[in-house]
T-cell receptor, first 114, second 112 residues
């Protein structure tokens, strides 16, 4: 079945440094949809980014990610971390062929300190 | 537009009780999902409905968890009987076949 791997459970950064959260996926389908959801403390997850176009950068709220089908990756990046970026980040996959459900990674906690 | 609503926001149950969680999806959305969220397991899919039809029932959660969608604007998740390991946040989400899911605020369940 489909799977999503987020290798880091916790990433701790100093404010102002670049952010990179890793996401790789496995699926037999050739047209995956990839998503990043962000969940702040005591809130529910909300969509941050999505993409289904190979090698095209997608951006929102200072974050960006590029779907690379050749490496099955969709890493989340930001040039300069802010304290308010501290949250739980989920990478998720939908293929449309698997009844349309989302397969989530285990999540990465990002902690940004001064 | 109103987002996904869930009630109650908090529930405390004794082991062995039956509890029912409620969800109202975004109006017009035809896909509805129930998830369980814990620190250890992250987000786990419990049930998935499309146009009120059950598409997936979450495999491992079948025996004590039952989700229903009696109409397009209301869904329930029944846990019977509850066990302490069921303590978690239960999230409901809906979408309009655009692949983007909108999550509700969740119900925090504590089973003593």
């Amino acid at each position: 079945g489909d799977s999503v791997t987020q290798t880091e459970g916790l990433v701790t950064l100093t404010e102002g440094l670049p952010v990179m959260l890793n996401c790789t996926y496995q699926t037999i389908y050739s047209n995956p949809f990839l998503f990043w959801y962000v969940q702040h403390l005591n809130e529910s997850p909300r969509l941050l980014l999505k993409s289904f176009t190979d090698n095209k950068r997608t951006e929102h709220q200072g974050f960006h990610a590029t779907l690379h089908k050749s490496s099955s990756s969709f890493h989340l990046q930001k040039s300069s971390a802010q304290l308010s970026d501290s949250a739980l980040y989920y990478c998720a996959l939908s293929t449309g062929a698997n009844t349309g459900k989302l397969t989530f990674g285990h999540g990465t906690i990002l902690r940004v300190h001064p | 537009d109103a987002g996904v609503t869930q009630t109650p926001r908090h529930e405390v149950a004794e082991k062995g009780q039956t509890i029912i969680l409620k969800c109202e999806p975004v109006s017009g959305h035809n896909d509805l999902f129930w998830y369980r969220q814990t620190k250890i397991q992250g987000l786990e899919l419990l049930s998935y409905f499309r146009s009120k039809s059950l598409m997936e029932d979450g495999g491992a959660f079948k025996d004590r968890f039952k989700a229903e969608m009696l109409n397009s604007s209301f869904s329930t998740l029944k846990i019977q009987p509850t066990e302490p390991k069921d303590s978690a946040v239960y999230l409901c989400a809906s979408r309009l076949q655009s692949h983007e899911q909108y999550f509700g605020p969740g119900t925090r369940l504590t089973v003593l």
